[in-house]
């Protein structure tokens, strides 16, 4: 007789599939990967502004490669939205058949002793230190810390992502955790066609960050350190707001009416492809990280990549790509010249980007991973 499918309930993303940030990436890849090895997983969405929009034209999936997705009542108000869904995610995923509840960064954790008292195994997977990104007030910070210790107290195991926030929760709690990091899928080449029609950019013609446009990120470092560059390349900031409009217009307004700084707004599918394949350099500046996606998408697209110096980057980049002291934008100014004045170095680094991503961060090895780990808890 054949053995029934371990069920597996996942929280704390947005909705999926998306690329709405990183944990939606991760989650709308994770998710379906496990389904393909034999898992029955159900994913708990948010009823968000995304959700209506996706009812009111007949496009709202309950479905997506073969994982089965629940809309669960949102309060959809900066501040609220996470708070409010994933309290009735986690209600709802308690009473339900699931076996093993992932949830997905700190604060969706500060309900995780309930399944547990119903039985369930309960995965946490930590993204970053989420209370020390800047977008949160006191209350906010606060209501993540409290998820995050509820997570070392009731989770019978906690995800990282980085050997620098395995250290954090040694240190701090004691509590040791798993290191399983994020996966990337095989890049597609695509040359210069849409972002040349639409934003009258051409192929290693331009530097490019793509990532939310959210303080930790170091953006105005860029903005700061690009216009102080004697180079003809143009400045691309893709991206979009994350409860942080305040900064999005301050970045607006540092760029002022520069026609060589081009905000694109939000991007995904061939647009973003093709932003990452033509791109002369990349560049995350961020002061704060916990794995970035778009750092390993970079890397898989064969960017050049330059980032601070922080270890969640310099880890992903092992020895690939170039770096400077974060927060330093005068370091930033001068590696950045160095490479606008000096192509062949650029070029140096896009092959050996491609081989590091191929060798460590690929989908199967990440839910082979995440799959033992699973066994381990439920006993198979």
């Given at each position: 007789?054949?053995?029934?499918?371990?069920?597996?309930?996942?929280?704390?993303?947005?909705?999926?599939?998306?690329?709405?940030?990183?944990?939606?990436?991760?989650?709308?890849?994770?998710?379906?990967?496990?389904?393909?090895?034999?898992?029955?997983?159900?994913?708990?969405?948010?009823?968000?502004?995304?959700?209506?929009?996706?009812?009111?034209?007949?496009?709202?999936?309950?479905?997506?490669?073969?994982?089965?997705?629940?809309?669960?009542?949102?309060?959809?108000?900066?501040?609220?939205?996470?708070?409010?869904?994933?309290?009735?995610?986690?209600?709802?995923?308690?009473?339900?058949?699931?076996?093993?509840?992932?949830?997905?960064?700190?604060?969706?954790?500060?309900?995780?002793?309930?399944?547990?008292?119903?039985?369930?195994?309960?995965?946490?997977?930590?993204?970053?230190?989420?209370?020390?990104?800047?977008?949160?007030?006191?209350?906010?910070?606060?209501?993540?810390?409290?998820?995050?210790?509820?997570?070392?107290?009731?989770?019978h195991s906690i995800i990282v992502l980085s050997n620098g926030v395995r250290a954090y929760f040694r240190e701090k709690y004691g509590r040791e955790t798993v290191l399983i990091p994020n996966g990337i899928n095989?890049?597609?080449?695509?040359p210069a066609s849409e972002i040349t029609k639409q934003f009258g950019l051409a192929s290693r013609e331009y530097i490019l960050f793509l990532g939310r446009l959210v303080p930790e990120k170091g953006i105005h470092?860029?903005?700061?350190?690009?216009?102080?560059?004697?180079?003809?390349?143009?400045?691309?900031?893709?991206?979009?707001?994350?409860?942080?409009?305040?900064?999005?217009?301050?970045?607006?307004?540092?760029?002022?009416?520069?026609?060589?700084?081009?905000?694109?707004?939000?991007?995904?599918?061939?647009?973003?492809?093709?932003?990452?394949?033509?791109?002369?350099?990349?560049?995350?500046?961020?002061?704060?990280?916990?794995?970035?996606?778009?750092?390993?998408?970079?890397?898989?697209?064969?960017?050049?990549?330059?980032?601070?110096?922080?270890?969640?980057?310099?880890?992903?980049?092992?020895?690939?790509?170039?770096?400077?002291?974060?927060?330093?934008?005068?370091?930033?100014?001068?590696?950045?010249?160095?490479?606008?004045?000096?192509?062949?170095?650029?070029?140096?680094?896009?092959?050996?980007?491609?081989?590091?991503?191929?060798?460590?961060?690929?989908?199967?090895?990440?839910?082979?991973?995440?799959?033992?780990?699973?066994?381990?808890?439920?006993?198979?």
């Amino acid at each position: 007789m054949k053995k029934a499918a371990k069920r597996v309930a996942m929280i704390g993303h947005k909705f999926i599939p998306s690329r709405d940030g990183g944990v939606e990436v991760v989650v709308s890849n994770l998710a379906p990967h496990l389904a393909e090895i034999g898992y029955d997983v159900t994913c708990y969405n948010r009823t968000s502004r995304q959700f209506r929009k996706l009812r009111k034209t007949g496009e709202l999936m309950r479905e997506y490669r073969g994982v089965r997705l629940v809309w669960v009542p949102t309060v959809d108000r900066r501040g609220l939205a996470a708070m409010t869904s994933s309290v009735f995610a986690t209600i709802r995923a308690s009473f339900s058949r699931a076996d093993l509840i992932h949830l997905h960064t700190e604060g969706p954790c500060i309900l995780c002793w309930l399944p547990r008292l119903f039985g369930k195994k309960i995965v946490v997977t930590v993204h970053g230190l989420d209370h020390m990104r800047q977008k949160w007030g006191r209350f906010a910070s606060a209501y993540i810390m409290q998820g995050e210790k509820a997570a070392v107290r009731h989770a019978h195991s906690i995800i990282v992502l980085s050997n620098g926030v395995r250290a954090y929760f040694r240190e701090k709690y004691g509590r040791e955790t798993v290191l399983i990091p994020n996966g990337i899928n095989p890049a597609e080449i695509r040359p210069a066609s849409e972002i040349t029609k639409q934003f009258g950019l051409a192929s290693r013609e331009y530097i490019l960050f793509l990532g939310r446009l959210v303080p930790e990120k170091g953006i105005h470092y860029l903005i700061k350190a690009y216009q102080m560059l004697r180079t003809d390349k143009k400045l691309v900031i893709v991206g979009g707001t994350s409860d942080t409009d305040d900064y999005v217009r301050q970045l607006y307004a540092m760029a002022g009416d520069s026609p060589s700084i081009i905000f694109t707004g939000f991007q995904q599918g061939a647009v973003a492809e093709e932003l990452y394949n033509n791109a002369y350099l990349y560049v995350l500046p961020s002061d704060l990280e916990g794995m970035p996606l778009t750092l390993l998408e970079a890397m898989n697209y064969g960017c050049c990549c330059v980032t601070s110096d922080i270890g969640e980057c310099v880890d992903v980049m092992d020895g690939c790509g170039f770096s400077f002291p974060h927060g330093n934008v005068e370091a930033l100014r001068e590696t950045l010249q160095d490479l606008c004045d000096h192509p062949e170095k650029v070029e140096a680094h896009r092959g050996e980007a491609r081989k590091v991503i191929a060798s460590k961060y690929t989908w199967q090895d990440i839910t082979a991973q995440t799959d033992g780990l699973y066994r381990k808890l439920l006993g198979d």
